[in-house]
């Protein structure tokens, strides 16, 4: 199948700082692609969806100013954790589809532990 | 809304032996069903895609079958293997690119 990857895998950082993460998709292209939230032995929460070239669609109580956004190419989609805070330590998961139509398979990246110090 | 059941949450059985998880939705118009893997700490893993029109999937050991009008879904897994542990999760989507709703997950552990 479709690979999408996901960078950094592993992210420590200081309250008050930003995180960036990264999703790709490698081998296709996506117009849209989709940023989950998972917490301990929990199932995965979508936070936004992210449309390539405008601007993403938040789900019902995602801060769209804490959790910013980037869709800049068809392959590539980043989410910037801001300020972040020890409460924002998760497990964030990205996911693309090859193609629109229906039918289409969804691909998700390895995901990414952070955690907020 | 749409919401998406698994049952059991919490599965255990002996190398060998079939495994059968459980998937429910409550709105049956569905573009299509994915089961996926997920092993701890870890992304998922696609395993199969039944589109709403089929009755079922197979891959390897694996098989899923899809009852849209009762709005249920199975995941068979024949001779389990202690390889098999993993948690998995069912998602389903209502529109073609649209997102994907899931269930809570069965996290199963094989015994060897």
């Known amino acids: 199948g479709a690979v999408v990857s996901q960078h950094p895998s592993r992210v420590i950082c200081k309250s008050g700082t930003s995180v960036k993460i990264e999703c790709r998709s490698l081998?296709?292209?996506?117009?849209?692609m989709f940023w989950y939230r998972q917490f301990p032995k929990q199932s995965l929460m979508l936070m936004a969806t992210?449309?390539?070239?405008?601007?993403?669609?938040?789900e019902q109580g995602v801060e769209k100013d804490k959790f910013l956004i980037n869709h800049a190419s068809l392959t590539l989609s980043t989410l910037t954790v801001t300020s972040a805070h020890p409460e924002d330590s998760s497990f964030y998961i990205c996911?693309?589809?090859?193609?629109?139509?229906?039918?289409?398979?969804?691909?998700f990246g390895q995901g990414t532990r952070l955690t907020v110090v | 809304k749409q919401e998406v059941t698994q049952i059991p949450a919490a599965l255990s059985v002996p190398e060998g032996e079939n495994l059968v998880l459980n998937c429910s939705f409550t709105?049956?118009?569905?573009?299509?069903l994915q089961w996926f893997r997920q092993d701890p700490g870890k992304g998922l893993t696609s395993l199969l895609l039944?589109?709403?029109?089929?009755r079922e999937q197979t891959s390897g050991r694996l098989n899923a079958s899809l009852d849209k009008s009762s709005g249920r879904s199975t995941l068979y897994i024949a001779a389990s293997q202690p390889g098999d542990s993993a948690t998995y999760l069912c998602?389903?989507?209502?529109?073609?690119?649209?997102?994907?709703?899931f269930g809570g997950g069965t996290r199963v552990l094989v015994k060897p």
């Open positions: 998602a389903v989507s209502k529109a073609a690119g649209n997102k994907l709703t």
């Open positions: 992210s449309n390539e070239g405008s601007k993403a669609t938040y």
């Open positions: 039944i589109q709403s029109s089929q």
């Open positions: 081998d296709f292209q996506a117009t849209t």
């Open positions: 709105d049956s118009a569905i573009y299509n």
């Open positions: 996911s693309a589809r090859e193609g629109t139509g229906q039918g289409t398979e969804a691909f």
